[in-house]
């Protein structure tokens, strides 16, 4: 599977709602419209909507940016996914006019680009969307090496009587990358959908954050704002432009 940006939907586009309806956007929904302070929001891998919608039905203008036309078919299906602006490409370099007071990068996204130089010019591109005192947030996972087996690992992510999901992965640590396939198993038959991660850990992610003229403001371990800590598997942090350079 290529490294693209349209890739991941190319796989998944058909199926990703479905798949990823157990995960309830409330959290995540309140805490952005908090830190969006009225907004606009731009989020990139804006996807089919799933925090986007809730996110203007709240009252907030948003837009995106979205390397895979199938999503956006997706999006553009649903009510009220005509009215948000999306502009088809990559969210390492590509720009949506205006000044935005949040930037979202939500569900270990980040990680979708190749290395870290797309991902440090996905930090300088945020930056560049914010209006000054902006904030550009990132959920994604902790990378847990301890979890691979001889650089593999398979995990059940939910499990329920009639839809089971796993995740089929192998970990290239020279690299910083893994690749993964989540196997998904309905009374249907079964679905694989591939994704490929150039993972980082929170500190390289706050320095890229540095190097693009972010301050980091929080990091929470989930949208409801517990404490990141130790056993932590996923943060969200919330990083800042300052209101002067
Ligand atoms: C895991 S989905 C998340 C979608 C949505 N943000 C959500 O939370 O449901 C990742 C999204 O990012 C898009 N994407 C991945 N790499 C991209 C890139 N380099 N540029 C633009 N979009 C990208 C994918 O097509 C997909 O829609």
């Not at 998904?184 to 850990?201: D, E, F, I, K, S």
Request: proline share 7%; aromatic share 8%; with cysteine.
């Amino acid at each position: 599977m290529p490294f693209d940006a349209g890739a991941y939907g190319r796989y998944v586009a058909d199926v990703y709602d479905e798949t990823y309806a157990y995960l309830t956007p409330d959290a995540a929904v309140d805490t952005l419209a908090e830190l969006a302070d009225g907004g606009p929001v731009c989020e990139f891998g804006i996807g089919t909507g799933r925090l986007a919608l809730p996110l203007a039905e709240r009252g907030l203008t948003v837009a995106g940016v979205e390397g895979s036309p199938d999503m956006v078919a997706g999006l553009r299906a649903k009510p009220g996914g005509q009215r948000i602006e999306v502009a088809v490409g990559d969210f390492a370099d590509t720009r949506v006019p205006g000044e935005f007071a949040l930037v979202l990068l939500a569900f270990n996204t980040v990680f979708a680009l190749p290395d870290q130089a797309a991902q440090v010019a996905c930090f300088r591109n945020a930056a560049a969307h914010l209006r000054p005192g902006g904030r550009f947030v990132i959920e994604a996972w902790v990378p847990d090496p301890a979890a691979f087996r001889n650089g593999r690992a398979l995990r059940p992510v939910r499990v329920t009587e009639d839809d089971v999901l796993l995740e089929a992965a192998v970990l290239h640590p020279a690299e910083q990358r893994m690749t993964t396939t989540k196997v998904r198993l309905t009374a249907t038959g079964v679905q694989l959908l591939p994704a490929n991660h150039r993972y980082a850990w929170p500190a390289e992610l706050d320095l890229m954050a540095e190097l693009a003229g972010l301050r980091r403001e929080h990091r929470w371990a989930d949208w409801s704002r517990r404490p990141f800590g130790d056993t932590s598997s996923d943060h969200v942090t919330v990083y800042r432009r300052p209101e002067r350079p």
